[in-house]
Nanobody, 118 residues
Framework: QVHLVESGGGLVQPGGSLRLSCVTSGLVFSIYTMGWYRQAPGQQRELVAAIADSGNTMYSDSVKGRFTISRESAKTRVNLEMNSLKPEDTAVYFC????????????WGQGTQVTVSS
């Protein structure tokens, strides 16, 4: 059974930093593209950042230069370092795992709340 468990969310002031982590189990971590999505109240879920098995990364324009995604294969963990946080970054952040193309393998974590407010 596959599990993705996020941690590290919380309340932070504008300009502050948070580090989210997602520990996975039950999947072959090395072959998955890992990503972080977020969903604010009344908004659609959006992709924030992703890192492929090759290590290639992508970021949404709204977080580019402020967020950094990384993966630790030995710990089957993906991290999201968030700096210079803004109130508009407030959302529930979800960890996501996508298997190789055409497999249809896809898994989600339960989400962790990030609130940026003074």
């Amino acid at each position: 059974q596959v599990h993705l468990v996020e941690s590290g969310g919380g309340l932070v002031q504008p300009g502050g930093s948070l580090r989210l982590s997602c520990v996975t189990s039950g999947l072959v971590f090395s072959i998955y593209t890992m990503g972080w999505y977020r969903q604010a109240p009344g908004q659609q879920r959006e992709l924030v950042a992703a890192i492929a098995d090759s290590g290639n990364t992508m970021y949404s324009d709204s977080v580019k230069g402020r967020f950094t995604i990384s993966r630790e294969s030995a710990k089957t963990r993906v991290n999201l370092e968030m700096n210079s946080l803004k109130p508009e970054d407030t959302a529930v952040y979800f960890c996501h795992a996508r298997g190789p193309q055409l497999t249809g393998w896809e898994f989600w974590g339960q989400g962790t709340q990030v609130t940026v407010s003074s």
